[in-house]
C-alpha cells in the first residue's frame, strides 16, 4: 500500500488545477453604444463579458440607460460565413424614417444568432425570459451556457460553421409598447417592431487567451 497522500499535495494539486483553468480560459469583451436614442427617449450603454472556461461559456452583460420595466431582447448578431459583423451607425437608416431597425441593421451586422435568454444553447429567438429592466432602466444578465450543447445547435443551424465569437457583435432591443413607431420600421416575421427595434451594440472582441 503507498504512502497516504498529505493535505499539502492535495491543496498544491488543486490549486495547480485551478491555475490550469484559469490559464485555458478565453475572454471577450463588448462595450455597448446607444443606438436610435435620438428617438427614444434614453440613450443604452453597457458592458458586456463573454469567458470560454472549460465546458461553458461564462456570459455577464450590465445595461443602463434602456427603457425602464420592459423585457428586453439580447443576441449576438453575424454572418454564418463568419466574415467579420461591425455594427450599425445612424447613416445605415437606408429609408430615411429616422430609425435604425432590426432589417437595416443586417447589411453590416448579418443576422440574428444566439440569444442572450434562459437557454441560449436553444437559440429559440422568440421567448419571453430576457432581462427585465427595473424602473431604474438598468438590468444585469448572467449566465452559464454549455457551450457543446451551444455547439452543436449552431452547426446544426448554420451547416458546420463555428460560433467565432470576435466575429460577432452584440445587440440589445426593445422599447415601450406605446413608443408609437412608424411602420416604416421594419421586425422580423410576426414580432413587432418595439420589440426588435435596436438601441445598442457592441462589438465582441478578444482579450485574453
Not at 18 to 31: D, N, V
Not at 141 to 160: C, E, H, I
Not at 185 to 196: Q, R
Request: hydrophobic letters at 40%; glycine letters at 8%; proline letters at 6%.
Amino acid at each position: 500500500m503507498g504512502a497516504p497522500i498529505s493535505a499539502t499535495l492535495i491543496g498544491a494539486a488543486f490549486v495547480l488545477t485551478c491555475a490550469a483553468a484559469t490559464a485555458q480560459a478565453q475572454t471577450y469583451r463588448a462595450h455597448l453604444t446607444a443606438l436610435n436614442s435620438g428617438k427614444i427617449g434614453s440613450a443604452a450603454e453597457g458592458d458586456a463579458t463573454l469567458r470560454i472556461v472549460g465546458d461553458h461559456l461564462e456570459v455577464r452583460i450590465k445595461m443602463r440607460g434602456v427603457p425602464a420595466n420592459i423585457e428586453h431582447w439580447e443576441h449576438f448578431h453575424g454572418f454564418p460565413d463568419a466574415r467579420n459583423a461591425t455594427c450599425a451607425a445612424a447613416r445605415d437608416d437606408t429609408n430615411k424614417d429616422g430609425f435604425v431597425d432590426l432589417i437595416e441593421t443586417e447589411p453590416m451586422s448579418g443576422t440574428t444568432m444566439v440569444p442572450f435568454n434562459d437557454r441560449p444553447e436553444d437559440m429559440q429567438i422568440p421567448t419571453h425570459t430576457y432581462p427585465h429592466a427595473s424602473g431604474a432602466g438598468d438590468f444585469e444578465y448572467v449566465k452559464s451556457v454549455p457551450l457543446a450543447q451551444l455547439a452543436a445547435t449552431f452547426d446544426r443551424t448554420y451547416k458546420g460553421r463555428h460560433i467565432d465569437l470576435e466575429k460577432r457583435v452584440l445587440y440589445v432591443h426593445g422599447v415601450e409598447s406605446n413608443s408609437g413607431l412608424p411602420t416604416s420600421v421594419a421586425s422580423l416575421g410576426p414580432v413587432p417592431s418595439h420589440v426588435t427595434l435596436p438601441i445598442a451594440c457592441g462589438k465582441i472582441e478578444k482579450v485574453s487567451k
